[in-house]
């Protein structure tokens, strides 16, 4: 069974950083492409940044690029968000999410077949 279980959410002001950690099992990590997304209230949910689990390449939503990062750690399992100079804009509730590697292309913008609970993330101004 399939379970990702992410942590690491808090308060912070703006131009602080957090990490978010997901804990991934029931698969594994390089049949997958794992990533985040996120919703922000009153907002739709939308993909913050995403991985591809075999061979490394990531994508980024635009408003994040040079901010965030994703990581994974292959052999704990983890996969990793660190959020740096945070915005208010970023506040919202942050959710692991992973979808197996298939012949689509690699989009983070896109459906994904399984996600954890969600982590709340609120910046300060």
């Known amino acids: 069974e399939v379970q990702l279980q992410a942590s690491g959410g808090g308060l912070v002001q703006a131009g602080g950083s957090l990490r978010l950690s997901c804990e991934a099992s029931?698969?594994?990590?390089?049949?997958?492409?794992i990533g985040w997304f996120r919703q922000a209230p009153g907002k739709e949910r939308e993909g913050v940044a995403c991985?591809?689990?075999?061979?490394?390449?990531?994508l980024y939503e635009d408003s994040v690029k040079g901010r965030f990062t994703i990581s994974t750690d292959y052999a704990e399992k983890m996969v990793y968000l660190q959020m740096n100079n945070l915005e208010p804009e970023d506040t919202g509730v942050y959710y692991c999410?992973?979808?197996?590697?298939?012949?689509?292309?690699?989009?983070?913008?896109?459906?994904?077949?399984?996600w954890g609970q969600g982590t709340q993330v609120t910046v300060s101004s």
């Open positions: 999410v992973a979808t197996p590697i298939g012949p689509d292309d690699f989009l983070l913008q896109r459906g994904f077949d399984y």
């Open positions: 991985m591809d689990g075999y061979d490394g390449r990531t």
């Open positions: 029931g698969f594994a990590l390089d049949s997958y492409i």
